[in-house]
């Protein structure tokens, strides 16, 4: 995880995303952040041919405002840098999302650091809506920190797992990439109080999926807390996790996973930072 990207529009919740990731990045040993903005216009430039100068005259101003918002920003946090991580700004035209799976591409993203702001359904929908967008659609690792999250070194991360088809689609490799960064111990939580006749079924898992993390020694815990959530906070307060790796799926307990799914509401109220990582 060498690069990190961070988006922001640099209110509050973003600004604490910022230093959260750059205190990742030096226990992680990253080599580069990006802070990355997006701008767009408040109508189309080119739908009212009557008035293309104002268009043009308008995106012009948002481009300046963006480039310089960023190198304000860059400048606020220099002091916090150590010299052996290079930061960078980037300013784009774009949508946001779309804007950064092409980055991804681009400069070789390893991670995305994004806020969030939890609270009533309003704030949910409202402010929620462009990183849960992000890590539905972007394939790179996304965490989610939660808005007065405060960095905490990594010693312990807990895997959200619903032991279905674990070989097919546990995304091994960059949680493995976390684990040797951060050297923390792997904690793996099964919460299930529906389908509870299947022990064999998740004995079998269980043991593939401490087969696909052989020699980390993962610790297995199992649950049937019908309120998923606050079994997750329970379980993180009880075992001191610093971060949640959740996995999104098109079956089995994610099922619909940014409809109000388990997932979408972990983001909102966890009270550590959330990682979501495609399979």
Avoid: W
């Avoid at 390893?110 to 990183?131: C, D, K, P």
Wanted: charged letters at 20%; one cysteine or more.
């Amino acid at each position: 995880m060498k690069t990190i990207l961070v988006p922001t529009d640099f209110s509050a919740t973003a600004k604490n995303a910022t230093d959260y990731a750059i205190e990742l990045a030096k226990q992680i040993q990253a080599q580069r952040i990006i802070l990355y903005n997006t701008y767009q216009t408040g109508f189309n430039v080119i739908a009212d041919p009557m008035i293309p100068a104002l268009g043009a005259l308008d995106l012009e101003a948002l481009k300046e405002g963006s480039i310089e918002a960023l190198e304000n920003f860059k400048n606020e946090l220099k002091d916090s840098v150590p010299a052996n991580i290079s930061l960078e700004t980037i300013s784009e035209f774009a949508l946001l999302t779309d804007g950064i799976i092409e980055l991804t591409k681009a400069e070789n993203i390893n991670l995305i650091v994004m806020g969030i702001t939890g609270g009533g359904a309003l704030q949910e929908n409202l402010f929620g809506s462009n990183t849960i967008n992000v890590a539905k659609n972007v394939k790179v690792p996304v965490l989610i920190i939660p808005q007065n999250a405060k960095f905490v070194k990594f010693d312990s991360v807990l895997l959200a797992c619903d032991f279905h088809k674990v070989v097919e689609s546990t995304p091994v490799s960059p949680i493995k990439q976390l684990l040797d960064a951060t050297k923390a111990k792997l904690f793996v939580l099964h919460i299930d109080n529906i389908n509870k006749e299947n022990a064999q079924d998740v004995k079998f898992e269980s043991l593939m999926l401490d087969t696909l993390f052989e020699g980390y020694h993962p610790e297995f815990h199992f649950s049937d807390d019908p309120d998923f959530t606050e079994s997750i906070n329970e379980f993180v307060v009880e075992k001191q996790i610093d971060l949640i790796i959740t996995i999104p799926k098109k079956h089995g307990l994610f099922d619909n996973i940014f409809k109000r799914s388990h997932t979408k509401m972990l983001a909102f109220h966890s009270h550590v930072p959330l990682m979501v990582i495609h399979d």
